[in-house]
């Protein structure tokens, strides 16, 4: 399984931007880049995906560089509900399983 | 409630005795997963079903755990002989199709 690697931790501020960077430098061509985030005391839950360009959703937006080998979670005004683990991890699309291998993520954390 | 729901939520048992776990995946997903978290780290895969057919398991699987789910909807995890190393949150996803993982609050279990 491709690995990604991602800060221990972070720390904003509420109501600022927050990036959170992924570093995926063995990512093959059928990897998509998934985002997962648990906050305290929940199961993870989805937040964004993507494969080549750049995503926006209602919860935050995924820049992936032109080689793929890093991406960046933006979260772009950060509430108190933000704090969480944030996961970065590829899915291969042509895995049978489509399991999620999580690594140790990036702790969150939101100053008031 | 639609989403996937674990029960019981929290278990305390003694070292050597079984346990087990129940799993309801949100109605109309076919895939399930079995996921297990411990402390600090991210969670780990353990076994796969689509429909009724337990189609990956993990190595962390050992002999003392068993998954079911007999008619294709619920799901069913069984840790004999429980050891302290057991000590953990298993969490339970389900999906349909290429969409994402959703995830259950997680059943904790502590062994004494």
């Known amino acids: 399984d491709a690995k990604t690697t991602q800060p221990n931790s972070m720390e904003s501020n509420e109501e600022e931007p927050v990036h959170l960077p992924c570093n995926h430098s063995t990512i093959s061509g059928t990897d998509y880049i998934h985002w997962y985030r648990q906050l305290p005391s929940q199961g993870p839950e989805y937040v964004i995906h993507?494969?080549?360009s750049n995503v926006n959703n209602r919860m935050a937006s995924l820049a992936i560089a032109e080689d793929r080998k890093s991406s960046t979670l933006i979260l772009h005004r950060a509430t108190l509900r933000d704090a969480a683990v944030y996961y970065c991890?590829?899915?291969?699309?042509?895995?049978?399983?489509?399991?999620?291998?999580f690594g140790q993520g990036t702790r969150l954390t939101i100053n008031p | 409630d639609t989403g996937v729901s674990q029960d019981p939520r929290h278990k305390i048992t003694k070292r050597g005795q079984n346990v087990t776990f129940r799993c309801d995946p949100i109605?109309?997903?076919?895939?399930l997963y079995w996921y297990r978290q411990t402390l600090g780290q991210g969670p780990e895969f353990l076994t796969y079903f689509q429909n009724e057919a337990q189609l990956e398991k993990s190595r962390l699987l050992s002999d003392r755990f068993s998954a079911e789910r007999p008619k294709g909807s619920f799901s069913t995890l069984e840790i004999q002989r429980t050891e302290q190393g057991d000590s953990a949150m298993y969490l339970c996803?389900?999906?349909?199709?290429?969409?994402?993982?959703?995830f259950g609050p997680g059943t904790r279990l502590t062994v004494l």
């Open positions: 991890i590829l899915r291969d699309i042509i895995q049978g399983a489509q399991k999620l291998v």
């Open positions: 993507g494969l080549t």
């Open positions: 996803a389900s999906r349909s199709g290429w969409n994402e993982q959703f």
């Open positions: 109605s109309e997903h076919n895939r």
